[in-house]
């Protein structure tokens, strides 16, 4: 098993449909994390997770929903989608909350909005 | 509010060449510093950070970085580069906002090519 495991890999939704990606971690982490990778910009984070609370939400609208039901795993929820919205999504974890944090990455969910 | 700064979209390098690429930081603290590598369809892979102490830091793949405070740089250096090292690499800055967890910022990355 990898560290950080990403499902699907790849998806390609309607603007009408409701989907969910999922991220598990094997590392005994307590931090979680969901960034963005668009073409051309820097890594967006969207999302993070300590001890199951959410700590952060980077002004993320409201079609994506996080969840977090226990330390290893992590969702997010995808409903009413827009073009832009198709990019990279990156789950990461770590140990240790806060700056000194080193992150581990999945492979990402490559979605499609069309 | 911090930022990470990578001035080289792309770098092409000869194969058994030297490497640098190059990364600027903007943070009010001391700055934890990361550099990660991205090869194609595959997530962010560590290649080393700086937390503090000697500002020389080694890293796998045969990669060092220097932490230079003065020049808010943090350059990723390897002597001899080989063709699997051609990848987007991203420099990225610990923040912290004294909550919970926080992310990295990170920059836009750079592009690697390497020449036979």
């Known amino acids: 098993e990898t560290g950080v495991t990403q499902t699907p890999r790849h998806l390609v939704m309607g603007m009408t449909n409701k989907k969910s990606l999922k991220c598990e971690q094997h590392?005994?982490?307590?931090?979680m994390y969901w960034y963005k990778q668009s073409a051309k910009k820097p890594l967006e984070l969207m999302f993070v997770?300590?001890?199951?609370?959410?700590?952060e939400n980077n002004s993320v609208p409201s079609r994506f929903s996080p969840e977090c039901p226990n330390s290893s795993h992590l969702f997010l929820h995808l409903h009413t989608l827009q073009p832009e919205d198709s990019a990279l999504y990156l789950c990461a974890s770590s140990q240790l909350a806060g700056h000194m944090a080193e992150a581990f990455f999945g492979q990402g969910t490559r979605l499609t909005v069309v | 509010a911090q930022s990470v700064t990578q001035p080289d979209i792309h770098i092409t390098v000869s194969e058994g060449a030297s490497l640098e690429l190059r990364c600027n930081y903007s943070?009010?603290?001391?700055?934890?510093l990361f550099w990660y590598v991205q090869s194609p369809g595959q997530g962010l892979q560590l290649l080393l950070k700086y937390f503090s102490g000697d500002t020389l830091v080694q890293g796998i793949k045969g990669f060092e970085a220097e932490f230079k405070r003065s020049q808010s740089s943090f350059n990723l250096r390897k002597p001899s580069v080989h063709w699997s090292d051609a990848a987007e690499y991203f420099c990225a800055v610990g923040s912290y906002s004294g909550g919970g967890a926080d992310g990295l910022t990170f920059g836009k990355g750079t592009h690697l090519i390497i020449q036979p």
């Open positions: 997770y300590n001890f199951k609370e959410q700590t």
């Open positions: 590392l005994g982490h307590n931090a």
């Open positions: 943070y009010g603290a001391t700055p934890y």
